[in-house]
């Protein structure tokens, strides 16, 4: 089992930057892909861009893409979401994700979950 802490969420206005950042703990971290999902108010959890064991692989979802930079750390077991040129719909509770595997971007590969860090972005 993994425990995961998110944390560098808040309010910004539209255009600009935050990074979050998720702390993992109690398992091998450097062994299992890692990702960043989001749910907004009345809709479904959803993907938003995962990165493989090594960090050679990285997914995105085509909303995201071009904006955020998903990276990791394995000597400090933390992953971040550099998210840059954020928009209103991005606005949502961002969770981090722990894969079972070592490199997928697959939802129902993801076993361990954070609380959540809220992101809300004015228009």
């Known amino acids: 089992q993994v425990q995961l802490v998110e944390s560098g969420g808040g309010l910004v206005q539209a255009g600009g930057s935050l990074r979050l950042s998720c702390a993992a703990s109690?398992?091998?971290?450097?062994?299992?892909?890692m990702g960043w999902f989001r749910q907004a108010p009345g809709k479904e959890r959803e993907f938003v861009s995962a990165?493989?064991?090594?960090?050679?692989?990285?997914y995105y979802a085509a909303s995201v893409k071009g904006r955020f930079t998903i990276s990791r750390d394995n000597a400090k077991n933390t992953v971040s979401l550099q998210m840059n040129s954020l928009k209103p719909e991005d606005t949502a509770l961002y969770y981090c994700?722990?894969?079972?595997?070592?490199?997928?971007?697959?939802?129902?590969?993801?076993?361990?979950w954070g609380q959540g860090t809220q992101v809300t972005v004015s228009s």
């Open positions: 990165i493989n064991w090594s960090g050679g692989s990285t």
């Open positions: 109690g398992r091998t971290f450097s062994r299992y892909a």
């Open positions: 994700a722990a894969a079972k595997y070592g490199n997928t971007w697959y939802e129902p590969d993801f076993g361990s």
